[in-house]
């Protein structure tokens, strides 16, 4: 079983901020033995997006993204997704209920831009996200599964825990994999 890693974010690829996303999600896919094909990051641009998913929708059976979800206009990610899966947007009732419940707990106006976060592709079985607003999002296309997460990395790391690791323990069969690590003394690396 093979999974490709997309982050996305203009600010990863200008050194704003580092991934460490992918080394996270990479160690507990491994954990149950799911190997990394590739990891990569990619700009918030449409072509991008669609170019990226696609080819690894080629050769990988579980591809994951993160980024690219928030509420401000450079977050195309959930659009590109609905074109890629042929998908109409719609409002996830429970997801606009808690982000509005959120933004009243915190004091905020619940304006256009939260209520754009429970707008998601009709296609996809969402993801409860109850540590921010941007829900996870889970597709399925030809036996492939593309989850799409939020870049925050402990929004991502709980709907990893919480949702996609159960379902992909669910959705595949899964061998078991071992890695071993030699730590040796005295010898160079190239010996």
């Known amino acids: 079983m093979r999974a490709d890693i997309i982050t996305i974010g203009d600010e990863i690829l200008i050194g704003q901020i580092i991934d460490t996303n992918s080394a996270w999600i990479a160690a507990r896919l491994g954990e149950i033995g799911v190997s990394i094909r590739r990891k990569y990051s990619i700009g918030d641009r449409r072509e991008e997006i669609i170019d990226a998913v696609e080819e690894s929708m080629t050769k990988a059976e579980i591809t994951i993204i993160t980024g690219g979800l928030g ?18 947007m719609v409002c996830h009732t429970e997801t606009y209920e808690r982000v509005e419940r959120m933004m009243a707990a915190r004091g905020i106006a619940f304006n ?8 998601v592709p009709e296609c996809c079985t969402v993801l409860a996200n109850h540590k921010g607003t941007a829900p996870g999002m889970w597709f399925e296309r030809d036996g492939r599964v593309v989850v799409s997460l939020p870049g925050v990395p402990f929004e991502m790391e709980a709907l990893m825990t919480e949702s996609v690791l159960p379902r992909i323990k669910e959705h595949f069969a899964l061998a078991s994999v071992v890695h071993r690590t030699a730590i040796t003394y005295g010898l160079a690396e190239s010996m």
């Open 71 to 88: 509420p401000t206009k450079d977050d195309i990610t959930k659009r590109v997704l609905a074109e890629i899966f042929h998908s109409s």
């Open 112 to 119: 256009d831009l939260n209520k754009g976060q429970a707008m």
